[in-house]
């Protein structure tokens, strides 16, 4: 049950688009297609942005999406705005069990 | 509107025990999968275990098998989950979360803080 392998730090400009990575392994990222995104602003409960690798739950807005090949699964986000600086999380399921990913800091420059 | 509050942490020595609790609200309790995840100081979020509807199924990370127990009670809308045999590493704020979509948590409370320390 190793994390999954984010990047430490992600930045961008208002308007850009950016990628955060998720790779894990045949384990996990590569075996099921439930992978799920969470953001998590400074002192603040985790919140769910996306779920079975692409699907958005309601309330979420379109400039976030993702998206999964083999081991390594993705989250773009585009229209990059202020409010989007935070932590992201990548899990995956793992047959009965989950995984976090090790997280990585979006700055907005 | 759904709600979720943990209770239950606190300091506690190393070897000690402590029984955190997640009180829901805004919807039917015994329908969903509910899930403990952790966050120790300034580091990642790391799942804990889960408990199916009616509680006969669970599963645990390999680092708290053995030691940890999750439980509910569907009549009071209530999750718990037991700690026992507390190490530094388990310092943490625990998060309660409700697993409504397939293999997500759609709904997190605010988190209990347990600090293992002598």
């Known amino acids: 049950q190793s994390a999954l392998t984010q990047p430490a730090s992600v930045s961008g400009s208002p308007g850009q688009s950016i990628t955060i990575s998720c790779t894990g392994t045949?384990?996990?990222?590569?075996?099921?297609?439930?992978v799920s995104w969470y953001q998590q602003h400074p002192g603040k409960a985790p919140k769910l942005m996306i779920y079975?690798?692409?699907k958005r739950p309601s309330g979420v807005s379109n400039r976030f999406s993702g998206s999964k090949s083999g081991n390594t699964a993705s989250l773009t986000i585009s229209g990059l705005q202020t409010e989007d600086e935070a932590d992201y999380y990548c899990?995956?399921?793992?047959?009965?069990?989950?995984?976090f990913g090790t997280g990585t800091k979006v700055t907005v420059l | 509107e759904v709600q979720l509050v943990e209770s239950g942490g606190g300091l506690v020595q190393p070897g000690g025990s402590l029984r955190l609790s997640c009180a829901a609200s805004?919807?039917?309790?015994?329908?969903?999968?509910m899930h403990w995840a952790r966050q120790a100081p300034g580091k990642g979020l790391v799942w804990v275990s889960h408990?199916?509807?009616?509680?006969?199924?669970?599963d645990y990370a390999d680092s708290v098998k053995g030691r940890f127990t999750i439980s509910r009670d569907n009549a009071k809308n209530t999750l718990f989950l037991q700690v026992n045999s507390l190490r530094a590493e388990d310092t943490a704020v625990y998060y309660c979360?409700?697993?409504?979509?397939?293999?997500?948590?759609?709904?997190w409370g605010q988190g209990t803080l347990v600090t293992v320390s002598s």
């Open positions: 979360g409700r697993g409504e979509l397939p293999a997500a948590i759609d709904a």
């Open positions: 805004g919807f039917t309790f015994g329908n969903y999968y």
């Open positions: 408990i199916n509807g009616d509680g006969s199924t669970t």
């Open positions: 045949s384990n996990d990222v590569g075996s099921y297609n439930l």
């Open positions: 079975e690798g692409a």
């Open positions: 899990c995956s399921y793992a047959g009965s069990t989950y995984v």
